[in-house]
């Protein structure tokens, strides 16, 4: 017996809670889990400051992109410079006609100058006859009278009125405020026009329309494309070096810098296969390279968490393979799949490199009337306002970066609806 008990461990004794050693230990590590929360929090907050201060800094300079200053001035037809025919302006086939033939910039700026000095056509932008033009051919019969016209102010009062422009435009403003003949409404031609030199008549529309079609284009061809890949290498594919190989490959394509893939477009897609510039298409495919490597690491993740025995049930009842996959597998895994597609088209509408190498980066003063037509995209037209010196598009450039945010926020929105909609628990 005693040889038996000689060998054993000694028994050990058991633990002090009370003493001043494990008391230090312990509070050593309540503080250092105090000092781990307090860094967590620490770092969301940071984030949260850094994120506030980026909304408040957009909309703080983008918010005055949304309106505009506009000039009262009176025009006496009858005693004006200005001379049209009412009676060609009731057919449609000689109104554009006479009104190209009829000096009406020139008027505009003669009254103008009778009305408010020598400076007074610098106080209306050069967007501003246009509108002239369009009222009378809408309602010729204001060409045998006065009318009132509010146009567009120009770049220089326009920053005035906004608190920002030079002291002689400042004076001006003043000035005009006191003859009652400025005010400051929503500018509505920021949403509805295109590009254009002058600020005061730029719009957001024509980029935003060819973000949708390039956006149409990426989805259409990177979406199924990444979905029966992910599927063929999650379900079929036989687990082999060459299947390794393609699994490191589009992982690693997910990391790829995405002028690498402005590169390859201008490569394969203008120089080879002369797609036309700067169009939706050639943008479209460009961006669903980029996109196609996310939305396949995404479903194959999605198809991975749906559990086997849903596979091993719908097998068990005599489903075929196909069957398997398509009416129980892939609904369930939809949710992933459409979130990380989604959040893989954000990031696209974000990218501006690779469409900078293929030339979607002119000057489009019209928006595109389809996927072949030159377009640009949001990304593009804040990159191109933002190389302007002019005052008056700096704050377009954080007006349309607003937008750009705006279009970012529904598409996340859509995605956390169609996550929710289509989720299943089991």
């Known amino acids: 017996m005693n040889d038996m008990t000689a060998g054993a461990a000694p028994k050990r004794a058991p633990t002090d809670w009370k003493a001043d050693a494990m008391q230090k230990r312990i509070r050593r590590r309540y503080a250092a889990e105090r000092r781990f929360r307090l860094v967590g929090l620490g770092a969301v907050l940071l984030s949260a400051a850094f994120l506030a201060f980026l909304l408040v800094t957009m909309v703080a300079n983008g918010a005055s992109g949304f309106t505009q200053t506009e000039v009262k001035l009176d025009i006496a037809f009858p005693q004006s410079e200005l ?5 060609a302006l009731q057919d449609p086939a000689t109104a554009d006609a006479a009104l190209a033939g009829a000096d009406i910039e020139g008027t505009m700026r003669a009254v103008a100058e009778q009305r408010y000095g020598a400076i007074g056509p610098a106080l209306l932008s050069d967007s501003a006859w246009p509108r002239i033009r369009e009222r009378i051919k809408q309602e010729p ?17 326009d920053v005035a009125a906004k608190g920002e422009g030079a002291p002689e435009a400042e004076a001006a403003y003043r000035r005009l405020q006191e003859a009652d003949a400025v005010r400051t409404g929503f500018n509505a031609n920021f949403l509805t026009g295109s590009d254009a030199t002058d600020p005061t008549a730029v719009g957001i529309w024509g980029a935003f329309k060819g973000s949708l079609l390039t956006m149409m284009v990426t989805l259409a061809l990177a979406f199924p494309i990444g979905v029966l890949s992910a599927i063929y290498l999650e379900e ?14 589009i992982n690693n394509l997910a990391a790829v810098p995405s002028i690498i893939f402005g590169l390859l477009g201008l490569a394969v897609f203008l120089n080879f296969m002369h797609l036309p510039r700067s169009a939706p298409l050639v943008g479209g495919i460009t961006l669903a390279l980029m996109t196609m490597p996310v939305i396949v690491i995404a479903g194959r993740n999605a198809i991975k968490s749906v559990p086997p025995s849903i596979r091993d049930a719908a097998l068990g009842i005599g ?9 129980h597998v892939l609904p369930l895994a939809l949710p992933g799949i459409l979130t990380g597609t989604i959040i893989g088209m954000a990031r696209a509408l974000g990218e501006t490199a690779p469409l900078l190498m293929i030339g979607m980066r002119a000057f489009i003063a019209s928006p595109p009337g389809g996927f072949t037509d030159p377009a640009t995209v949001l990304p593009v037209q804040i990159y191109l306002w933002s190389d302007e010196v002019s005052r008056g598009f700096v704050e377009k450039t954080s007006a349309a970066i607003i937008v750009l945010l705006v279009f970012l926020l529904a598409m996340n929105g859509l995605a956390i609806y169609l996550r929710n909609k289509f989720e299943r628990r089991w």
């Open 236 to 249: 079929y594919a036989p687990r082999n070096r060459w299947t390794d190989l393609i699994e490191v490959s």
């Open 319 to 327: 489903a075929s393979r196909v069957q398997v996959v398509f009416h």
């Open 83 to 87: 001379f049209l025919d009412p009676a």
């Open 141 to 157: 019969a204001i060409l045998n009278g006065t009318a009132t016209f509010w146009l567009p102010a120009s770049d220089g009062l």
